[in-house]
């Protein structure tokens, strides 16, 4: 079984509708981040967590939201979905401090606003 | 500017070649470097992570850092069509965050 997990994997909505993507990892790490991918602007930071009571803004996090429901799951919301957040988005984890700041990364939500 | 610039590519090598890939960054203070594999379609996976300056190799892999010149690189040795795909350079930023580039597409001919 796949350590860190992300449902749905594809997601059709509609503008204006709110929608949650979930995420969840079996390795037990504390930190878990949420990034959106987008054709020629790689990866951005939308959100991070350092452990359940700790929760800080990426770059990107104006209409998204998120919560920390345990150690293990980290959901990202959409309050009101827009066209422009239609993009590739990617739960990782990490562990601690050097080499164990390695991000392991989940499959991925395919995501179309509509 | 950018916190983290990747040569944009795409590069082209023919297999059995060396493609290499380079990545500048801006904060002085990061200390851990990493480069990321991210086939088309599929989450990234991470290939080398390094913090001293010079080399590290790991198999046909060599990520080469130098913090005085704010860079670092990545040698694919002995390419393999196996290898295309796009190569995503992370900086840590301080706060147990990174921050990566746009990535370099590699594309090995056989």
């Known amino acids: 079984d796949a350590d860190v997990t992300q449902t749905p994997r594809n997601r059709i909505t509609k503008t204006g509708k709110r929608i949650m993507l979930e995420c969840s990892q079996t390795?037990?790490?504390?930190?878990m981040y949420w990034y959106r991918q987008d054709p020629g602007l790689g990866l951005r930071l939308i959100y991070y967590s350092f452990d359940v009571k700790d929760i800080n803004k990426g770059e990107i996090s104006d209409g998204y939201s998120v919560s920390r429901q345990a150690q293990a799951k980290f959901s990202l919301s959409l309050e009101s979905a827009i066209p422009n957040q239609t993009a590739l988005y990617f739960c990782?984890?990490?562990?601690?401090?050097?080499?164990?700041?390695?991000?392991?990364f989940g499959p991925g939500t395919r995501l179309l606003v509509l | 500017q950018k916190e983290v610039e990747q040569n944009s590519g795409p590069l082209s090598v023919p297999e059995g070649a060396i493609a290499s890939l380079n990545c500048t960054y801006s904060?002085?203070?990061?200390?851990?470097f990493f480069w990321y594999r991210q086939y088309s379609g599929k989450s990234p996976e991470l290939i080398m992570f390094i913090y001293s300056n010079g080399d590290k190799e790991d198999g046909r892999f060599t990520a080469q850092l130098n913090k005085a010149s704010q860079y670092v690189s990545l040698l694919i040795r002995d390419s393999q069509p196996s290898d295309s795909a796009t190569y995503l350079c992370?900086?840590?930023?301080?706060?147990?965050?990174?921050?990566f580039g746009a990535g370099t597409t590699v594309t090995v001919r056989a």
């Open positions: 390795k037990g790490h504390d930190r």
């Open positions: 990782a984890t990490s562990a601690g401090e050097g080499e164990q700041e390695t991000q392991y």
């Open positions: 992370a900086i840590e930023q301080g706060d147990y965050k990174l921050s």
């Open positions: 904060d002085r203070g990061s200390q851990s």
